[in-house]
């Protein structure tokens, strides 16, 4: 190995004028000067490294912090919040000692580049934050978004993001209870991948990311540092390398699943022993972001010796080895006396575990190479003072051509052959059509506490095998909706998130948000994003269910073209006792089914619009929040008190399609009535909010209709389910058999992948 | 008729989890000396005259290999 001249900081001290490729690791120039003010000279190449970035946009939020701030100022006052935003994840308090934490990510540009190791790694990374909480995972979910159907790239992208989430996950033993599957245009060159986890501790057992008390010990445990995802760092090594050097950086992160399981039972069993006083995982930005992070929390200041960080591949510079996104690490603070019985755990559990540095209160991150100084910054500028931006917002002129076409001309089919037809045609599209081909391959009971699964409304899990204490949990999203309006597009993600988790019988407590949209330096996209959070923001007050973290993913867009603005919002309910959830299948012979909410004439964004004329224009879905509490209230009564034994809430398809499922899901027959002098096709198709359909035993009937009549929750009695009769009647105007209804849902994904 | 071997392994970059597997299991067997494992694909494949050096290539770079975390080599 050829020795490297390093860069040090007295080097950089005596040579002010070097130039130095900030651009190319995406600084701008005046934070670029902005660093060499901090300093007091030119940063050396190492610092530059962490300063690039912990200060990009996917570390510092520096465009969207303004904007996220609302979540703090307009949350609501709650007694169930353990942790707010600004750790790992946030932590809820869910009884009895219990708590849960849960956060979801976006993991959009690796999954394009390579969809499976892309997703594989965002459920692992999303698993390793919720384990530093101090929690046991148990749980994953996903929400993906493809190009359409059809389509050779889509063909790519599809099974391999698939294939990853389900194989990271599958080897780990944690079931994957639900998510959701779409698909839109503006997604082909940039899918999205969210993924969520879920996990459950004692409400004593909550960790934090802090290096306090000087003295104490950092240590680096899990896997060895390699050359994953460090393109960027690249730029930083071109002005030392030859060309075969580079060549051998991948920007690919490579996961391993057996890996972060070892790590998963090693770090519960340091924790159970209070081994650590501060623990970080490692993800983006590697051991720049834990070094800075841990230090700016706790006392302040950090030494290292970057030499002995464990290397897969030891021609790793500096530079290389402060971005490294090498997966299954995590960085923990130990004080002297525990740190033998630290290292004997990982020992025991055969995990890597190295002493890099010392804590300390200088205020200073300091870090050496081969004894040479090479890092001396105060954290706090890195991690929590970085660049702040008030992008230009700007509302682009399309919106108001959304408004006025309206799609208010489209034909709408009138005679009950066209309903019949225009249903089987919204149930077999890809956005509504049965999601078994994806969801088959997770598993989705492995550990034997998943109470509910896809595809029902809600997945729910039973905290541990001691108690009947549960956890119910929703991932939802609107491109279109949001596209329309993005401030009412946001609520009504919201909205449906927190509707099924209370048709499934919990109470919405907390969310949780992945911002999906294009490049925050188009006008146009960033007040789609502020839009959007100031929507959330008060949509959470109203529901009183605060943001308790997340992410926002910027820069998804083919050229200048950006995906559909897509929020993807998690609700987190607890229910105390699991076996009184409700499903969504319709089950009991002669049960009265009901629709709860009233229904307008509502197509704006709608899946007829875009699946029959391929429209996306109008006002989406008018929101009412104060109405969802309602039905909530009303739903998780209902649940509790056993007066209905099946719900499925209302969204896209309407009426019709959640009718589909509660017969599918039940493998049982229904004759439907619409309400008399209703237009038939608004009452089966409109996407009205704050809707859902359930039904009730004959014998709970008037207790059912006291309740909702008492509470002032509109009803309609609409039909009755008959488990010997295999058809879906609409009296009047169609029946389709069930079969022919399974071959229309099931159909339609594995027709093109198998 | 011709034999055609193409060799398909992980970037030297890319972390081998199954190479890594091995590895630990050559120490627990009490063997030493080996200090790294790397694994792949092996394909054989049978073509008559008509497929050149560059449909290989071809065949190699969009099906047999994923060339953004593999290397392929072909052997006739």
Same mark, same amino acid.
């Given at each position: ?49 962490? *300063? ?88 994953? +979910? ?44 503006? *997604?082909?060159?940039?899918? !999205? ?8 501790? =004692? ?126 690490? +995590? ?35 300091? +870090? ?8 001396? !910054? ?18 682009? *002129?399309?919106? @108001? ?15 009950? @052959? ?54 119910? !949990? ?5 491109? =279109?909706?949001?596209? !329309? ?101 319709? =089950? ?21 619009? *875009? ?17 969802? =509490? ?94 010997? @009769? ?29 | ?59 190699? @770079? ?15």
């Amino acid at each position: 190995m050829t020795a490297v001249a390093v860069d040090t900081v007295a080097r950089a001290a005596a040579t002010p004028e070097q130039p130095q490729p900030y651009a190319e690791l995406g600084l701008a120039e005046i934070e670029y000067r902005r660093i060499a003010e901090i300093l007091g000279r030119r940063p050396t190449s190492a610092e530059l490294a962490i *300063y690039s970035v912990m200060w990009s946009e996917h570390c510092s939020y520096k465009s969207s912090k303004i904007h996220l701030r609302q979540f703090g100022e307009k949350a609501p006052q709650t007694d169930t919040l353990l942790v707010g935003m600004g750790e790992n994840a946030g932590v809820v308090d869910a009884g009895d000692g219990w708590a849960v934490t849960f956060k979801i990510e976006s993991h959009n540009h690796p999954s394009y580049v390579e969809p499976y190791q892309g997703a594989a790694t965002g459920v692992g990374g999303i698993v390793r934050d919720i384990l530093t909480m101090g929690a046991r995972p148990v749980a994953v +979910m996903d929400s993906l978004r493809f190009g359409p159907l059809g389509l050779p790239d889509t063909d790519r992208v599809l099974p391999g993001v698939v294939a990853g989430v389900g194989g990271y996950g599958n080897c780990l033993g944690l079931p994957n209870i639900g998510g959701e599957t779409a698909f839109h245009e503006s *997604y082909l060159g940039n899918p !999205l991948v969210n993924a969520l986890c879920v996990g459950v501790m =004692r409400t004593d057992g909550i960790k934090l990311a802090r290096a306090d008390g000087p003295g104490n010990k950092v240590v680096l445990f899990g896997a060895r540092t390699g050359g994953d995802g460090i393109g960027g760092a690249s730029v930083l090594a071109s002005a030392s390398f030859d060309q075969e050097h580079q060549k051998k950086r991948p920007s690919v992160q490579v996961g391993d699943p057996f890996a972060e399981k070892v790590l998963i039972e090693c770090c519960l069993e340091i924790f159970a022993a209070d081994l650590v006083v501060g623990i970080q995982d490692l993800g983006a930005a590697g051991i720049s972001c834990a070094t800075t992070e841990l230090a700016a929390a706790g006392t302040g200041g950090m030494d290292v010796e970057l030499d002995l960080v464990p290397l897969r591949d030891p021609t790793l510079v500096p530079e290389e080895i402060l971005m490294s996104e090498s997966q299954e690490r +995590m960085m923990a603070v130990v004080a002297p006396d525990r740190l033998d019985d630290f290292l004997n755990v990982c020992a025991k559990w055969d995990v890597l575990a190295t002493v890099i540095g010392t804590v300390t209160d200088s205020g200073r991150l300091r +870090m050496t190479w081969h004894g040479e100084q090479i890092v001396d !910054l105060p954290p706090r500028t890195a991690a929590h003072e970085g660049p702040v931006y008030d992008r230009p917002i700007e509302r682009p *002129y399309d919106q @108001d051509v959304f408004v006025e076409h309206d799609g208010r001309t489209l034909p709408r089919p009138r005679t009950g @052959d066209e309903l019949r037809a225009t249903l089987l045609r919204l149930t077999s599209s890809p956005n509504l059509a049965s999601k078994s081909w994806v969801t088959d391959q997770y598993d989705r009971y492995v550990q034997g506490n998943t109470v509910l699964a896809a595809p029902e409304d809600a997945g729910m899990i039973r905290l541990d095998e001691s108690t009947v204490r549960g956890v119910a !949990l929703s991932v939802d999203g609107n491109g =279109r909706y949001t596209n !329309l309006d993005p401030y009412v597009g946001a609520q009504l993600a919201l909205a449906e998130a927190y509707r099924n988790v209370a048709a499934a019988g919990a109470r919405p407590v907390a969310v949780t948000n992945c911002l999906n949209f294009g490049s925050p330096e188009d006008p146009g996209v960033m007040w789609q994003f502020a839009e959007a959070v100031r929507g959330l923001a008060d949509g959470c007050q109203i529901l009183r269910t605060p943001v308790t973290g997340g992410n926002v993913s910027f820069y998804n867009q083919t050229g200048n073209l950006p995906i559909l603005p897509t929020p993807v919002v998690g609700v987190l309910g607890v229910i105390d006792d699991v076996t009184r959830r409700t499903a969504q299948g319709f =089950r009991t012979d002669g049960a009265l089914v009901y629709l709860l909410g009233e229904t307008e004439d509502e197509f704006g964004g709608s899946e007829w619009a *875009y699946t029959v004329h391929g429209f996306i224009g109008g006002r989406p879905p008018t929101v009412d929040l104060a109405r969802e =509490r309602l039905l909530a209230d009303v739903l998780i009564n209902c649940s509790r008190d056993g007066l209905v034994d099946s719900a499925h809430d209302l969204s896209e398809g309407g009426l019709a399609q959640a009718l589909v499922e509660c017969c599918l899901r039940g493998d049982a027959g229904a004759r439907i009535v619409l309400p008399e002098g209703a237009d038939p096709f608004v009452a089966l198709f409109s996407e009205s909010t704050a809707r859902a359909v359930v039904t009730v035993p004959r014998t709970e009937e008037v207790r059912f209709t006291d309740m909702c009549t008492a509470r002032r929750m509109p009803f309609a009695r609409i039909g009755v389910v008959d488990l010997l @009769d295999g058809r879906l009647e609409v009296q009047g105007l169609f029946s389709i058999s069930l079969r022919e209804l399974r071959r229309a849902s099931a159909s339609t994904l594995p027709r093109r992948f198998g | 008729m011709a034999r055609v071997a193409v060799d398909v392994v992980l970037k030297a970059e890319i972390l081998d989890p199954q190479g890594q597997a091995i590895l630990g299991a050559l120490a627990r067997l009490g063997i030493s000396g080996v200090s790294d494992v790397r694994q792949g694909k092996h394909f054989q494949l049978e073509v008559d005259g008509s497929v050149d050096d560059e449909q290989l290539a071809k065949i190699a @770079d969009t099906l047999l290999a994923n060339p953004v975390i593999e290397d392929f080599t072909i052997r006739r």
